[in-house]
């Protein structure tokens, strides 16, 4: 168990923890932020999944004030301007997406790339968090995968005329993710998060989406390390 060997280790009162803290914090207070809105933008496009997205938006709204707690359960203040600009991009991917009724787009971005994200950074976050930030973020988890869940069962049931779409989405947004985790790489390091092993779940979390989905096993290889070679 050598991540909660490390945990016992780090000193989550130190001045280079709290530092690094206060902008990861601010990262998932943010992103789940971003969720709430975009889960809300898209009932109104699905009106049939209306009540189920509204349930996630409000899910979301829940995981980002457990997330304010554990920012002040260790006194430190999220750097929530960081955390604008680390999730800009895919925001204003989204907002266009939505702007021109690109439904595929949008399920892509939030209900793939930000929960996949979000699943694997909590996944190896908790073996080296606090003891309060721990037990928050094992129950954020579990929702998470419920909502990914949705993104993948819509888009399986609506394959074969999203795919093109699907590829086009994955080519402008994946390559993100990667100068996002890249963005973070010392701030994560800090808090006992090595980046390999953040890319490496990502890549297991949304290889295992797009199988979901109907994507080929070649496809799933071509797809996930679109833009890998920048990290």
Request: glycine content about 4%; some cysteine; hydrophobic content about 40%.
């Amino acid at each position: 168990m050598p991540q909660l060997e490390a945990s016992a280790a780090i000193d989550f009162r130190s001045e280079s923890y709290q530092d690094a803290y206060s902008r990861i914090n601010a990262i998932v207070i943010e992103g789940e932020q971003e969720a709430h809105e975009n889960y809300t933008k898209l009932a109104d496009f699905l009106p049939d999944s209306k009540d189920q997205l509204h349930s996630l938006a409000k899910m979301e709204s829940r995981h980002k004030k457990g997330f304010e707690a554990c920012g002040r359960n260790l006194s430190v203040t999220p750097d929530m301007e960081f955390a604008g600009q680390f999730f800009s991009q895919l925001h204003c991917n989204f907002q266009d997406a939505a702007s021109r009724g690109n439904i595929v787009t949008c399920l892509l971005i939030q209900s793939l790339i930000i929960e996949c994200f979000a699943i694997a950074a909590y996944n190896i976050y908790i073996p080296v968090a606090d003891d309060f930030a721990r037990k928050i973020t094992e129950n954020v988890v579990k929702d998470e995968y419920s909502h990914l869940n949705f993104g993948e069962e819509w888009l399986k049931a609506h394959f074969e005329d999203s795919k093109t779409e699907l590829e086009t989405a994955n080519r402008q947004n994946l390559p993100i993710v990667w100068q996002m985790l890249n963005q973070v790489e010392d701030d994560a390091r800090v808090l006992g998060m090595e980046k390999e092993a953040l890319v490496e779940d990502f890549m297991i979390q949304y290889g295992e989406a797009l199988s979901n989905i109907g994507f080929t096993n070649r496809d799933v290889m071509r797809l996930s390390a679109m833009g890998l070679a920048a990290i």
